[in-house]
Nanobody, 128 residues
Framework: VQLQASGGGLVQAGDSRRLSCVAS????????VGWFRQAPGKGREWVSC????????YYGDSVKGRFTASKDNNENTVYLQMNSLKPEDTAVYYC??????????????????????WGQGTLVTVSS
């Protein structure tokens, strides 16, 4: 499985931006695709997680209500729509994935340890 994140760039506070995570190598199983971010000098923070099965998504508290994740199974892509961006959203954004089983969906989706596959990051810079 390979993941390719893209869509980062420089935006102003209040703007919107959409990130894309294109996956290759997914089998017929369902996957959880998560977004994490890492701001300069800080640890990696979980942003969201989306099931490729039904598109259900979960969000970290810092982005809830502003960010929306969605999937396009035809394109093997998960999007992260980011609205009302703030300077504190500045970070390198990573997408990651793991195969969903009957026992792991909904469990610890905010933990990096759950994710087996990682893409390279894409930098989002929000100016004030």
């Amino acid at each position: 499985v390979q993941l390719q994140a893209s869509g980062g760039g420089l935006v102003q506070a209040g703007d919107s931006r959409r990130l894309s995570c294109v996956a290759s190598g997914f089998t017929g199983d369902y996957y959880a695709v998560g977004w994490f971010r890492q701001a300069p000098g800080k640890g990696r923070e979980w942003v969201s997680c989306t099931s490729t099965s039904d598109g259900s998504s979960y969000y970290g508290d810092s982005v809830k209500g502003r960010f929306t994740a969605s999937k396009d199974n035809n394109e093997n892509t998960v999007y992260l729509q980011m609205n009302s961006l703030k300077p504190e959203d500045t970070a390198v954004y990573y997408c990651a994935a793991y195969m969903i089983t009957s026992s792991n969906w909904g469990q610890n989706m905010d933990s990096e340890n759950m994710y087996d596959y990682w893409g390279q990051g894409t930098l989002v810079t929000v100016s004030s």
